[in-house]
């Protein structure tokens, strides 16, 4: 299971940076779609905190200990910080790789799970997946462009 736990960990670090970024987005969202993206911003870290919650429970309950530190959160998160302020495609952009980041390496711990006979991590992380396609399309389409293209 210590596999399985290094990668919830992983994802941990991933949604936790990602949580953060989008908060500094919804604060520092400027433009026409000003209103639209704050709105839409919120509610996104919102349900975040909800994916870093359920990974770090599903992490102590399989007897780890979640990544304890936001210094810790950066080395292990594939998802980079945002230092930057940009403008509002470029913030939608940004998520959206940031999506897709998550997205493979989640299908990479699920992989792990479903080795280690772990359904239930494999159940949880489906759910991710399903919502996180689903954001993606979204923010895809925001941009005028599919899902895959970058």
């Not at 080795?115 to 399903?130: P, V």
């Amino acid at each position: 299971m210590s596999d399985v736990i290094d990668g919830l960990n992983g994802l941990l670090a991933d949604a936790t940076v990602f949580y953060y970024k989008i908060h500094n987005y919804h604060w520092n969202v400027r433009g026409p779609q000003f209103f639209s993206l704050h709105e839409e911003f919120e509610k996104l870290y919102t349900e975040w905190a909800t994916v870093v919650d359920d990974l770090a429970e599903r992490i102590l309950a399989l007897g780890g200990r979640p990544v304890p530190t936001l210094a810790a959160c950066l080395k292990l998160a594939r998802v980079v910080e945002e230092t930057g302020t940009p403008d509002a495609s470029g913030m939608v952009g940004a998520i959206l790789n940031d999506l897709h980041a998550q997205r493979e390496r989640m299908k990479e711990v699920s992989a792990t799970a479903q080795k280690a006979d772990d359904k239930t991590t494999e159940n949880i992380l489906d759910d991710f997946l399903d919502s996180m396609a689903k954001h993606a399309w979204m923010y895809a389409a925001f941009l005028g462009r599919g899902v895959n293209e970058d």
